[in-house]
């Protein structure tokens, strides 16, 4: 191709046609030139398609990964209202005796009280995407800066679960003296046998510190609980502006 263009402008330079000359090479230029663009366009067209795929596989990982955050919420969210519940019927307790003394009610509220679970939401898709980038593909501004902020809201629900475990943790010293462990986690495992020894639940109910252990408990929690629902809330947001992307390609 490239000899053909060259004799052509050697015959029109033996025939003394410059202005003819003059015409081809502009023409030969501007061929060149649209060769030039439509290469760039392919490349900017391929590019573009790899950006899109790119873009696609992390809005489906960011789905896939805050739906499961959102069941495990809600899980969490579930067994610290267990434990609220629990913790204000045990404060009402004082005043009926006869339900201490007859029934189990108060093993099994204090069994309620001990649930602990925590927030631990994945973040494997949030994280491959910041760090390599291609969180920036996303087009919604409100999406991207509700993912960089999802780390600094779940950092502050975490440290209410902190507080919680903790009060969790050191039960043992204000609940243990009066209560058989054997008795206590008899609900859970019914194959234990019956303690040889007798708990005193009328000794726990009255014991002040236990009142204050109750108290700090039901606090803790109703804490941990109100910043749960701020993650919840960050998280259906979430939710709904990936799905929303993903649907309009």
Do not use: C
């Amino acid at each position: 191709m490239l000899r053909f263009f060259r004799q052509i402008r050697h015959r029109l330079f033996d025939h003394n046609k410059f202005s003819k000359y003059l015409l081809y090479a502009v023409g030969e230029i501007m061929l060149v030139v649209i060769g030039i663009l439509v290469a760039l366009w392919v490349s900017d067209w391929n590019e573009g398609r790899k950006e899109q795929v790119k873009r696609k596989a992390l809005l489906t990982a960011l789905s896939v990964e805050f739906n499961a955050n959102l069941q495990q919420l809600d899980s969490v969210m579930y067994y610290n209202d267990r434990v609220v519940q629990a913790a204000l019927k045990i404060v009402r307790l004082k005043s009926d005796q006869a339900a201490v003394t007859s029934s189990d009610t108060l093993q099994a509220w204090l069994k309620n009280t001990s649930w602990l679970w925590t927030f631990d939401p994945q973040n494997g898709a949030l994280r491959s995407g910041i760090s390599s980038g291609d969180v920036h593909l996303i087009r919604s501004d409100s999406l991207i800066t509700l993912l960089f902020s999802w780390q600094d809201v779940v950092a502050d629900a975490s440290e209410n679960e902190k507080r919680h475990m903790d009060l969790q943790l050191g039960s043992g010293s204000v609940i243990g003296p009066y209560v058989r462990l054997m008795d206590y986690y008899g609900l859970t495992y019914p194959k234990l046998p019956e303690s040889d020894f007798t708990s005193d639940y009328h000794g726990l109910i009255r014991d002040p510190l236990f009142e204050d252990f109750i108290t700090e408990l039901y606090g803790h929690t109703m804490d941990a609980k109100y910043e749960l629902k701020l993650v919840r809330q960050q998280n259906v947001k979430i939710l709904q502006l990936v799905n929303r992307e993903l649907n309009t390609q």
